[in-house]
């Protein structure tokens, strides 16, 4: 069971099948899954199934911080974040957030948390993420959380659940750059 950690306006704690009503209210829209692994949800029961096999089994199995992120003032449950893969102290971060709450600063406040929970809780030595071209906005939640710019680079990549070329960005902090910060 994860821990749950807080936020100034949001809780994070573990997916569950409540949360899918809210998650496939924006799981469904085309906007939000524009630079995601997954393409849009196009049911309900898709979004459930998704929680059952997903975030559920890895959290059964012990390989998930994958947190669902509620907000606070509606206790509302407004989208995901946590860290997708952890291998040898480095975690690779990811996010996905309603767009009612886009241009908020939700998803700094709920990234900066998890960094912190990261180096003082799970002991990690880095924690790494990435963008896809054109996705500026997560680009900019990476910066603003310390996270350093490493470049990009084309490749294959998983986009709406295809594979196709593109360009992605990456970005990292180290435990050592965070403790200076």
């Given at each position: ?77 407004i989208g995901t974040s946590g860290f997708c893969r ?13 767009p009612d709450y886009w241009n908020k600063g ?76």
């Amino acid at each position: 069971m994860l821990p749950i950690l807080v936020t100034k306006r949001c809780i994070l704690k573990e997916v569950c099948l409540e949360n899918a009503k809210d998650m496939y209210e924006y799981a469904k829209e085309e906007k939000v899954v524009r630079y995601m692994t997954f393409p849009k949800h196009e049911s309900l029961e898709n979004t459930k199934n998704l929680i059952e096999s997903f975030f559920i089994e890895r959290y059964k199995q012990g390989i998930s911080y994958d947190y669902g992120i509620t907000y606070k003032e509606n206790n509302k449950f407004i989208g995901t974040s946590g860290f997708c893969r952890i291998e040898n102290k480095v975690a690779t971060l990811g996010y996905c957030l309603n767009p009612d709450y886009w241009n908020k600063g939700i998803m700094t406040e709920v990234v900066t948390r998890l960094i912190k929970f990261g180096f003082d809780d799970l002991k990690l030595e880095k924690i790494e993420a990435q963008f896809y071209d054109g996705n500026i906005k997560s680009g900019n939640v990476m910066k603003k959380c310390g996270m350093k710019y490493l470049g990009s680079e084309e490749r294959e990549i998983k986009l709406q659940g295809k594979m196709v070329m593109g360009k992605i960005h990456r970005c990292e902090i180290t435990k050592e750059d965070y403790y200076k910060g």
